[in-house]
T-cell receptor, first 115, second 111 residues
Framework: DSGVTQTPKHLITATGQRVTLRCSPRSGDLSVYWYQQSLDQGLQFLIQYYNGEERAKGNILERFSAQQFPDLHSELNLSSLELGDSALYFCASSVFPSGAGETQYFGPGTRLLVL | GDSVTQMEGPVTLSEEAFLTINCTYT??????LFWYVQYPGEGLQLLLK?????DKGSNKGFEATYRKETTSFHLEKGSVQVSDSAVYFCALNTNAGKSTFGDGTTLTVKP
């Protein structure tokens, strides 16, 4: 158990809908990362937050957005969902922002299925 | 941009065989390098890491050495066990905060 929690574990929804994925980092970790894992794209970095501020952006679509709240939990919002958004979404956390040697601790993931 | 290229899988070995999973990278600056392992139905777990050239990361019998001259970070284990069956990811982090992962290599170890 990494100490990172994600809810829900599974989510089934329809095209065009909007969903919110939630992540609670390990106690004491200030940085949160979101990743998408799909069969055709592999593991893709989406976005990183540090202490409430966006720090780095990866391959995140404009239909997706995220935020980190004062209690350091984070939410990833996915809107206008398409079939291709079906994937496993991971959250990870670390004490400090990703840099030289900073270890990320991954949650168990949320499996999203868009029908 | 940054990239990580891993040996294509799947890799199937017999128990006690020697394992090598190749990983090469392209990055600006001086990244830190990682190997993560993912067991079925779980998230990724850090296996080992190295933060500068010639550093050797090691854990649970696995080793990898940060080779700047060949931009490589190959994973090795002298004697694999059935319990090592999993997907292995090579990754790099830059100081800019971005993480780049390889496509993963599936390892199956047969008794």
């Amino acid at each position: 158990d990494s100490g990172v929690t994600q809810t829900p574990k599974h989510l089934i929804t329809a095209t065009g809908q909007r969903v919110t994925l939630r992540c609670s980092p390990r106690s004491g970790d200030l940085s949160v990362y979101w990743y998408q894992q799909s069969l055709d794209q592999g593991l893709q970095f989406l976005i990183q937050y540090y202490n409430g501020e966006e720090r780095a952006k990866g391959n995140i679509l404009e239909r997706f957005s995220a935020q980190q709240f004062p209690d350091l939990h984070s939410e990833l919002n996915l809107s206008s969902l398409e079939l291709g958004d079906s994937a496993l979404y991971f959250c990870a956390s670390s004490v400090f922002p990703s840099g030289a040697g900073e270890t990320q601790y991954f949650g168990p993931g949320t499996r999203l299925l868009v029908l | 941009g940054d990239s990580v290229t891993q040996m294509e899988g799947p890799v199937t070995l017999s128990e006690e065989a020697f394992l090598t999973i190749n990983c090469t990278y392209t990055a600006t600056g001086y990244p830190s390098l990682f190997w993560y392992v993912q067991y079925p139905g779980e998230g990724l777990q850090l296996l080992l890491k190295a933060t500068k050239a010639d550093d050797k990361g090691s854990n649970k019998g696995f080793e990898a050495t940060y080779r700047k001259e060949t931009t490589s970070f190959h994973l090795e284990k002298g004697s694999v066990q059935v319990s090592d069956s999993a997907v292995y990811f090579c990754a790099l982090n830059t100081n800019a905060g971005k993480s780049t992962f390889g496509d993963g290599t599936t390892l199956t170890v047969k008794p």
